[in-house]
């Protein structure tokens, strides 16, 4: 199965994140770039590649189980006197080394977010110079990857929509977070490489940009004019590019929203009216304990400062329930919240306990199966609202991208300015065309319309 230098295969498996998903997709370019071939199967591959979230327990347990089958896959290509490597890359890789080398022995290659443009170096010693030891890669002071990358720039046709991370890292250090441990100190990339990727990216056929960021909103990078550029300014310049029908960005701190951020919404057509501003608790007690910096009025201060600039704003919000200490009382504070705010979309969550972070030493941890009660009373409110949201539309003409081809013939799938999914029937339709659709019925996770013509 091995196959001569310039036909090294690698598989990838993405976990979590959509930064993630992006640093996936850049360490494509990078190996491509070496002639290796990306394969379809991770049984047609002698490089396997696991990029891997360390949010919560679950994600660590599905890695180490996966781990095993590619051990398997590992020892079937040597007793062929064939060289199969492994690498884990991504949080658990930055987190966990050690534990790694413990559980997983035969892991040939472990490097942290940081550090994966060094990807490259480490295969070619690997295979020329097999060795027991695995190779760890951790440091989170080198800001080389984003210049690596921009050397690597991806051959590949671009989606309609492309994620272009633009920070990375994070000063918070909410009491259950390991990111910033993961991920290390808050790095901005320059403007001017920013905007170079995003023209890159619209030269291949792109249309939608979303920017990335553990904190994309306390974005600071040095500007075209040398000064500190903030995201509302990033937005603004990026707005300039003609060939950008869409813009996004993803994840943002209510603590670092700010008035220039309201003014983009405002001014800023092609500037989905969409956020993504996770609030985690409705509860002033609890979200002081996770240490957010900002309280619940701050929270809804926000929403009403976007809403005043931006009318048809809609607001999806990530929530953690059953945090240390979280009282009855607490969790009807978040209900109350959510029913004030009304969420077009939310992902909710049980609180899990994370190695080393401050929450986990906490006292007043709360039962499993108070966590699922609470859980799932959140859901049932935040699937209501969500379903509210999307019959609302009906009758509404709404600006959709589309992005592909649906099941049927004719049909086609696209994403709204709200992220909602719509399908239409059409003939006359293509990737990347930004069409108004008369919202006529919505389905469980979707919706249904008709192209104005
Ligand atoms: S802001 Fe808090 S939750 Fe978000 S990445 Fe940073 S530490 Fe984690």
């Not at 049932?380 to 609202?385: A, D, T």
């Not at 799938?413 to 990737?431: F, I, K, P, T, W």
Request: aromatic share 8%; glycine share 6%.
């Amino acid at each position: 199965m091995w196959h001569t230098m310039e036909m090294k295969r690698f598989f990838i498996k993405n976990y979590g994140c959509q930064m993630n998903s992006y640093d996936s997709s850049r360490i494509s370019d990078l190996l491509v770039k070496e002639k290796y071939v990306q394969a379809n199967k991770i049984t047609e591959a002698d490089i396997v590649i696991f990029n891997t979230c360390s949010i919560r327990e679950k994600a660590d347990e599905k890695l180490f189980s996966d781990l095993g089958r590619a051990r398997l896959l590992k020892v079937k290509a040597q007793s062929a006197y064939s060289d199969f490597l492994i690498v884990v890359t991504g949080c658990v890789a930055q987190l966990q080394p050690e534990r790694l080398v413990e559980k997983a022995p035969y892991v040939d290659i472990i490097i942290g977010p940081r550090e994966i443009h060094r990807i490259t170096q480490c295969l070619d010693e690997a295979l020329r110079h097999p060795s027991a030891a695995p190779k760890i890669l951790t440091d989170q002071t080198n800001q080389d990857k984003f210049s690596c990358y921009d050397e690597a720039q991806s051959l590949q046709q671009g989606e309609t929509s492309m994620f272009l991370t633009i920070q990375e890292g994070c000063d918070n250090f909410c009491s259950y977070c390991v990111v910033p441990r993961t991920r290390g100190r808050e790095f901005s990339r320059d403007a001017a490489d920013v905007l170079k990727e995003a023209r890159q990216l619209l030269s291949r056929g792109t249309k939608e940009i979303v920017l990335l960021g553990q904190n994309v909103n306390s974005y600071r990078g040095v500007g075209l004019d040398g000064k500190s550029w903030n995201l509302s300014r990033l937005l603004f310049a990026l707005a300039e590019l003609d060939e950008l029908k869409r813009l996004r960005y993803f994840t943002s701190h209510p603590k670092d929203l700010d008035e220039g951020m309201a003014r983009a919404h405002g001014e800023i057509n092609i500037l989905a009216p969409s956020l993504h501003l996770p609030v985690q608790s409705g509860s002033d007690d609890v979200l002081e304990r996770m240490n957010r910096k900002y309280s619940r009025a701050d929270y809804l201060g926000c929403i009403d400062l976007l809403r005043s600039r931006r009318p048809d704003m809609a607001f999806s919000s990530d929530f953690i329930v059953g945090f240390p200490g979280e009282t009855d009382n607490d969790f009807q504070e978040t209900l109350r919240l959510v029913e004030t705010v009304k969420f077009s979309q939310a992902y909710s969550f049980k609180y899990s306990q994370r190695p080393n972070t401050a929450a986990e030493r906490m006292e007043g941890q709360i039962p499993e199966n108070v966590k699922s009660e609470r859980l799932t009373i959140l859901q049932e409110i935040l699937n209501f609202q969500q379903d509210q949201f999307n019959q609302n539309c009906i009758g509404r003409y709404l600006e959709v991208l589309i992005t592909k081809r649906g099941r049927h013939e004719n049909q086609w799938n696209g994403r709204s300015e709200y992220s909602q999914a719509v399908a239409v029937e059409d003939n006359s339709l293509s990737a990347g065309d930004l069409v108004l659709v008369k919202i006529t019925d919505r389905l469980s996770h979707s919706l249904v319309g008709v192209v104005e013509k």
